[in-house]
């Protein structure tokens, strides 16, 4: 396996150990990507610390991973992005597009503030169709 899971109530974070995402590795990320949203983890943190290289591939998986998690109402964060991939990801425009995070420490606050944000918008909806 290429990357390591570490799944918690909340989210879920992929640390990929891998120099290149590239194609090799891009498929069997989108798989486990499925695998963790058909198991009901809607906030996913991709950990892309180890990672000096991303292709076009690697991009697709990332931005299924972004869908996946936006679909089922959760967040999905990039975060440990090397200057070389932050670098294709702003090329790409896809930093306005993408959450990304500095740490996986400030990647893991984000979810959880953007999970209580929703949770009091969903109560102040309940009360106003009340």
Do not use: P
Request: proline share 0%.
């Amino acid at each position: 396996m290429h990357f390591s899971l570490d799944k918690t109530e909340k989210y879920v974070v992929i640390k990929l150990h891998e120099q290149k995402l590239n194609t090799l590795i891009a498929a069997e990320l989108k798989s486990e990507l499925l695998l963790l949203n058909t198991q009901g983890f809607n906030n996913i943190i991709l950990d892309l610390v180890e990672s000096l290289y991303c292709d076009s591939s690697g991009l697709s998986a990332i931005l299924v991973g972004n869908r996946l998690c936006r679909n089922a109402n959760g967040s999905f964060v990039i975060t440990g992005l090397s200057d070389t991939v932050m670098k294709l990801v702003q090329i790409s425009q896809l930093d306005q597009v993408l959450n990304i995070a500095l740490t996986s420490n400030d990647a893991i606050d984000f979810i959880l503030e953007t999970e209580e944000e929703q949770k009091i918008e969903n109560k102040v909806e309940k009360n106003i169709k009340n």
